[in-house]
Structure formats: C-alpha cells, structure tokens
C-alpha cells in the first residue's frame, strides 16, 4: 500500500483525495492510523475521523510516512522470540521513534517530521531477522551484550561481523525504502560516517542510546550539538515519551 500511495503522490494532478481513497482501502490500516492521530502523540484539540481529515490535520507527507510505519509493524509484530521480551522490544522501539520525532521538530523543524518516528520505530528490524535467520548467533550476541556490557551492535560485530543497522537497512533496500532511511538504519550507531544525512543520524543515535540507557563515550559531544540538544533536556523527555509508547502500543496491539 505504501509503494501504490507513492504512486499516487507523485502522479500529476492527483489529490490529497485520491490519496485518502487509496488508504482507505485497507479498514484495518485505516483504523490504526485515525487511533494513532487521536492519540496524546498529536495532541490535536478537535478529534479526527476520516482519512481526508487527517492530511489536512497531520500533511501528506507525514501520514505517508505512518503508512509505512503501520505496514512494518503488521508484517513483524506476530514475531516471537525466546531471546527477548517482545514486549519490551516494541515498547522501546515506539519511545525511540517518539523521541526522534521530538528531537527532529527542534533541531531541524517539520519538514521530514515522519520521517525519523519511522526510522526510530524500524531502528532494531534487522533483530527481528537475525532472532528468526540465526537464533544461536543471536543468543551468543545478546549475551555478550548483558554480561559483558558491551552495546548491543557491537557485540553483534563481534560475534557476526555484521549488525541490526546492517540487516535492516538492507531490508530497506530490497523493500525499495527512501534512500535516506537506508542511510540512517546502517549508521545508526555511526552518525559520524554518514554521507548525506549526519544531523537526523545524530539524532537518530541519540534516541537510540538514551531508551536503550546505553553510556555514550566522550566521541559522541559533537552528536549533541548536531542535534541541537543536551543531555539534560534528552533525560527530561524520558517519562513522557515511554507513556505514549504504551499508549501507541495499545493502538498497535503490540505484545504487553
């Protein structure tokens, strides 16, 4: 649905209506999108029911990138592992994408607003297909992740050579995703290297590391001033942001 709403988009002469009737297409995405745009995440004062009605509330570009989002999740969320709470994995999944589109609106404004929520969202799918694809390999990661405390990507360097950043923008890839989140999804933990997009991977970093209250080493400063933020006001969001990830996760009918 994503790729046939791009269609759309890009099509001369074609409306934010016919964009709409695209959507509404499918009543189970419908319905998913309008609970996530009523929800504490937009904090809209009139309440929103139709498809129509959320463009002109929440713009074209940032449903497009909700659709995108909402369409991952139903593909992966049914995934179960024994290697980790499911639970736990989405939840932090959700804050990481709502405080990437926190730090996104401050540091470089709304134009790409839904952009980073989706990538933040999507930061660990690569896990999701090394958890399925490579189960011991996993295992022998994770745990050298909680006992030796060792990030989790780079125990994944360790023991395969390759991390979740890897796998998921290589996902991205062959799903035919925007190249910039391809980008963001492999230098996750490597804004520095970015080609073309350091700012929203420092961003995108830093979102990561604080939910997942990974210790930063002194190399990260000049992420803060990219993301034009600091640790004190990053630490301030925290409460919020993991309240509207359990809302949201209701809305998606993740794993408790």
Known sequence: LYHE?????????????????VIERDPALTTRLLALVNSSFFGLRRRVSTVAH????????????LVLATEVLERFRGIGSDLEDMGSFWRQSLACALLCRRLEEA??????????FTVGLLHRVGDLIIFRRAPELARQALL???DNGLPLWEAEQTVMGFDHGDVGAKLAELWQFPSIMVELLRFQQRPKLAPTHPR????????????????????????????????EALGGLKTEILNQAAEIAKIYGLPS
């Not at 791009?6 to 016919?18: F, H, I, M, S, Y």
């Not at 540091?107 to 980073?116: F, T, Y």
């Open 54 to 65: 959320a463009i002109t509330m929440v713009g074209l570009r940032e449903l497009r990138h």
């Open 144 to 146: 050298r992740h909680r």
């Open 5 to 21: 709403l791009n269609r759309v988009l890009e099509t001369p002469g074609r409306t934010a209506k016919d964009a709409a009737a």
């Open 107 to 116: 540091a470089v404004g709304n134009e790409e607003s839904g952009l980073l």
């Open 200 to 231: 929203l991977c420092a961003i995108l970093y830093l979102a990561v590391n604080t939910v997942h209250e990974e210790m930063l080493p002194p190399a990260a400063a000049p992420c803060w001033t990219l993301a034009g933020t600091t640790p």
